[in-house]
């Protein structure tokens, strides 16, 4: 097995800003979720490896950009079915151990089931 080296995380993922960002400027980022979805180790042809992890923005983040006192909040475009697919994992990740899919698939059926006592609920609140 090759000794480890170097450890390098590359991220992906793209955001909606709600303004422009400068050129030649430089920010500080915060993200609040991060979901690591695979690895790979480069030779430095020494005997040792550089292994890098590959990370991509979690539907739930929360990502700002920093520019001195002013917060530039990020989003991402997710439909519908993306941020309730999200509120479910986080939801199960806090409270159960039940299958994220699963609980997420048993709402889903849930909502369909039951549509028209759903939008009854909702209009008498």
Do not use: H
């Amino acid at each position: 097995m090759s000794e480890i080296n170097e450890y390098k995380l590359r991220i992906q993922g793209s955001l909606n800003l709600p303004l422009k960002l400068e050129i030649d400027k430089s920010y500080d980022f915060t993200c609040t979720g991060l979901d690591i979805i695979g690895s790979s180790d480069t030779s430095n042809q020494d005997g040792s490896v550089n292994r890098t992890f590959k990370g991509k923005i979690s539907e739930m983040s929360e990502i700002n950009l920093l520019s001195g006192k002013d917060v530039i909040r990020a989003t991402q475009k997710k439909s519908a079915s993306q941020r309730l697919r999200g509120r479910a994992y986080v939801w199960t990740a806090e409270n159960d151990s039940t299958d994220p899919e699963m609980f997420y698939q048993t709402i889903v059926n849930k909502i369909i089931n039951n549509f028209d006592i759903l939008v009854e609920f909702l209009r008498n609140k």
